[in-house]
């Protein structure tokens, strides 16, 4: 997600400030999404692999109804997709020979 503010302190266009509530934003307040609207989930990625989500929580404003900004809290690492049926029997057989 973008990080960079105009000279006015505001979103580039088509951008929003996003504040997130944990996770690996958590500390940087200077954030934007894609918007408005802003987008239900953010995934981002971890800096020791895998992804991070965040979900929208609500949308508010600093002061100006024209300037949003999107509150995201944490939805946890995104676990590894489980193995099909056939994939775990592909490992069972490779694993027996």
């Not at 400030?17 to 934007?32: D, K, M």
């Not at 020791?48 to 109804?65: I, K």
């Amino acid at each position: 997600m973008e990080d960079v503010f105009d000279v006015t302190e505001r979103p580039p266009r088509g951008w929003m400030h996003a504040l997130f509530g944990a996770g690996p934003y958590s500390e940087n307040v200077g954030r934007c999404v894609p918007g408005p609207p802003a987008p239900e989930t953010i995934t981002v990625p971890l800096s020791e692999g895998g992804e991070y989500v965040y979900r929208l929580v609500t949308v508010g404003s600093w002061s100006a109804p024209d300037d949003p900004i999107a509150v995201y809290d944490e939805t946890g690492p995104v676990p590894d997709p489980a193995l099909s049926e056939l994939e775990k029997s592909w490992l069972n057989r490779r694993a027996g020979q």
